[in-house]
């Protein structure tokens, strides 16, 4: 008979990056008011934005490629990719056919391998039929092997009611998939966020699930030449106020900030929070705010039941509490599968006279 | 039967059939023209499995293993015959049947069983349990718990393999992909052509996923091969009750651009020697593969599988000619006589030494037992809320930040 095994004592991970992933350099981050200026003439689109965060990056790293529907030939469904196949060519810029699961899994193969990949969704509506790869094996990979592989990975696509497209091609999917750990999600507001972020979201070691949206893939806005990266977990105070807070993320803010001007002329004044990323959730600059003013609306385009807003909720009565002096409110999108006629479906979001009406019932003022 | 009683000589084929097999007095094939050693490490490896998987039902039955448990022993020969076949930093990727893939790779008996057990030694720090056999070190990307889910995973590999050796050699300052199971601390050497194996139960091919797998695969001239192991039952449903075209899976993979074969599995060296140039082929014109490689599971899908479904006669078909047996006896025959199944005999293994071969497994396999027992079980405190993250940072659970824990024992 052999000896008793003997038992190793295992050693603790030391390193800020688990070492599953190797080869990975964050970039450095800097406090919001030393990021480059948001004002300037360099007036660009919000899918030139998303564009020319990825063709940076995969001009600084070969292991990136893109793949999708209609990425390459077509130039993206969405022209978010325009150009790219005839500066990085077909072996990086990949056409894929319409199988979704098939090509989300392909990219999280390639990722465990090493690369680093960025997969396409036309809609994020469509990742439901993915729904096993992202959800799955992508934030569930470091786990399950022990720390032995990780996937670094980015799905994006457009998220949200995209016009009257009816209630399969209007998912917004923060809300289902926050739900799951191990992944991270990004939800941009304006083409100088979806820039920085999505390149944080490319060098981050993590899967991450950019949301964009087909309504703002349009918008225009200064975004400066030089390099910069916005961190993860990290709101941005969109406007300055002291009556009432109003936390939301992605599109919504932008109805947020049209709510404030308008609340403005009335004599009320509100922080407008951008989450960002609601996977890390930025709650304490929500807790700093609540502190001033005591009332908080979220404005969030999920349905509103166990939705992002109700995550908010739940953290700000945990975390400040005493200091609510009006019971926290929430605007979502209308109860109901995402409407096709022009006149139900402009009712269903989370629009400016919601947020305008929820704000002045929580100052008093309804 | 297990490889505990000592192999019965099979009936010896007439000369005529070895003639028709083309065995005798034409080239040599491929498993002929290996030396003694491998092919008696290839029963050893065979050998080992089955043990460790008696061992395996015996600790679930003493409830020292957890959850689903599914059992490897009838199918042995798939994985060391293909294994054989490709080199050892060849990515693999498999279904949730995965214990022989682990062994068969080179994990050790002791990080698998202690897995089971669900102790911090384990390949996957008792995260992962049974179904969920992870070694980097041996290229093994996973056994998977969803049917169908690694074909796509298989896919990417290949997919990655082919741009490492395709894109990256030619990209100046390429790192060396930290995934691949190198160090990735040492200077890039130029990719070579790989080629993935990836395995699934007959079961998935029904599964959307598998389809949508092949199609990316041939579309793309992905090397990946997938491998059916087809044991002719998912759970409890036969091939012919579950799948179309049953009696010629290989069609399924011709409308997909693929050319498949069928193999039978339970024949380790003919096994080899049709697998082998195949893999070859696949590796060097970079495309995929489909093999329906016909095998048998003489246990249950599960341990909880009573088996109505099947007769114990049929069971016993397949155990006549059992894999370990007849390897067993063409090492064993005189070397150069016919043997089994027109394989000619080595003369390279005694009694004896089968015999002592086995008693060192039954040790090999015991220790890892008592390892897995004596190995610690993760601390919720220290364990639980580690490797979710690569990148922990506050905010991405609102009730605990994430932490590293402790390194895995394989890294």
């Known amino acids: ?366 | 039967m297990s490889a505990a009683t000592a192999p019965t000589m099979p009936k010896m084929p007439s000369s005529e059939t070895l003639k028709q097999a083309g065995r005798v007095g034409s080239s040599p094939t491929p498993s002929q023209l290996l030396p003694d050693a491998t092919l008696i490490r290839w029963l050893r490896d065979m050998m080992l499995i089955r043990e460790f998987e008696l061992r395996t039902m015996a600790a679930y039955q003493q409830a020292k293993i957890g959850g689903f448990c599914h059992i490897y022993i009838g199918q042995e020969a798939t994985v060391v015959g293909t294994f054989a076949a490709v080199n050892h930093d060849d990515p693999v990727v498999t279904a949730y049947r995965d214990h022989g893939h682990a062994l068969a790779r080179g994990m050790t008996p002791e990080a698998c069983m202690a897995e089971m057990y669900g102790k911090l030694h384990g390949c996957a720090k008792g995260k992962g349990g049974s179904m969920h056999m992870f070694d980097r070190p041996n290229h093994l990307y996973g056994g998977h718990g969803i049917v169908g889910a690694q074909t796509a995973l298989g896919a990417g590999l290949a997919f990655a393999a082919r741009y490492d050796w395709e894109v990256l050699n030619k990209a100046p300052g390429a790192p060396v992909l930290d995934g691949s199971g190198h160090p990735a601390d040492r200077p890039r050497t130029p990719a070579g052509k790989k080629v993935c194996l990836c395995y699934l139960g007959d079961g998935a091919l029904n599964q959307g996923c598998f389809h949508e797998s092949l199609n990316l695969a041939g579309l793309f001239g992905l090397p990946v091969i997938y491998v059916v192991e087809n044991n002719g039952y998912s759970m409890g449903t036969s091939i012919e009750r579950g799948t179309t075209m049953a009696h010629n899976l290989v069609l399924k993979a011709a409308g997909y651009g693929i050319e498949g074969i069928e193999i039978d599995g339970l024949d380790l060296l003919s096994l080899y020697d049709k697998f082998k140039p195949y893999a070859d082929r696949c590796r060097e014109n970079q495309r995929p593969g489909f093999v329906d490689l016909k095998t048998y599971r003489y246990q249950g899908h599960s341990m909880s599988d009573p088996q109505k479904y099947r007769t114990k006669e049929e069971v016993q078909k397949y155990q006549e000619r059992d894999s370990i047996d007849r390897l067993a006896a063409v090492l064993m025959s005189p070397k150069g006589e016919p043997a089994v199944g027109g394989h000619l005999g080595r003369g390279c293994l005694s009694e004896e030494q089968f015999k002592d071969m086995q008693r060192e497994i039954k040790e090999e396999v015991r220790l890892a037992v008592e390892f897995a027992e004596q190995s610690p079980s993760p601390e919720a405190a220290e364990e639980l809320y580690t490797d979710v993250y690569a990148n922990p940072q506050p905010g991405l659970s609102s009730i605990r930040d994430y932490h590293h824990g402790v390194r895995n024992s394989l890294l």
Not at chain 1, 131 to 147: E, W
Not at chain 1, 246 to 252: A, E, L, M, Q, T
Request: glycine share 8%; net charge negative.
């Open chain 1, 1 to 366: 008979m052999t000896t008793a095994p003997s038992i190793p004592t295992l050693p603790i991970i030391d390193s800020p990056i688990h070492p599953a992933l190797t080869n990975v350099s964050l970039p450095s981050f800097v406090d919001e008011h030393e990021l480059p200026s948001r004002e300037g003439s360099r007036v660009i689109q919000f899918r030139e934005a998303l564009r020319e965060a990825m063709s940076e990056e995969m001009r600084r790293d070969p292991r990136i490629f893109l793949m999708g529907e209609e990425v390459a030939q077509y130039n993206g469904a969405y022209k978010v990719s325009q150009g790219m196949l005839d500066e990085f060519g077909p072996q990086r810029i990949i056409d894929s056919p319409i199988s979704e699961n098939g090509f989300a899994g392909l990219g999280i193969g390639a990722a465990m391998y090493g690369l680093r990949p960025i997969i396409e969704f036309m809609s994020w509506s469509f990742s439901l039929v993915a729904a096993d790869q992202i959800l799955n094996n992508a934030p569930k990979m470091l786990y399950m092997s022990g720390g032995q592989w990780g996937c670094p990975i980015v799905f994006r696509g457009n998220n949200g009611a995209g016009g009257q497209l009816g209630s399969t091609h209007s998912w917004c999917v923060e809300a289902l998939y926050s739900n799951v750990p191990g992944l991270k999600i990004a939800i941009p507001s304006c083409p100088y966020d979806a820039k920085g972020l999505l390149k944080t979201a490319i060098r981050d070691p993590d899967p991450v699930f950019f949301l964009e949206s087909e309504r703002m893939l349009g918008d225009k806005a200064h975004v400066p030449e030089e390099e910069y990266y916005i961190p993860f977990g990290r709101a941005a105070l969109r406007r300055e106020g002291s009556d009432c807070t109003i936390v939301s993320f992605g599109r919504p803010v932008n109805f947020c900030l049209e709510a404030a001007a308008e609340l403005a002329n009335e004599g009320i004044s509100v922080d407008v929070l951008d989450m960002r990323t609601v996977r890390p959730l930025d709650s304490a600059a929500i807790v700093r705010s609540i502190q001033k003013t005591g009332r908080v609306v979220v404005v969030d385009q999920c349905w509103p039941f166990a939705s992002v807003a109700s995550e908010v909720i739940t953290q700000v009565v945990e975390k400040c509490f005493d200091y609510l002096d009006h019971q926290p409110l929430r605007v979502n999108t209308d109860d109901v599968p995402t409407p096709y006629a022009k006149t139900l479906e402009q009712e269903y979001l989370p629009h400016k006279r919601k947020i305008i009406e929820a704000v002045r019932s929580a100052v008093g003022k309804a």
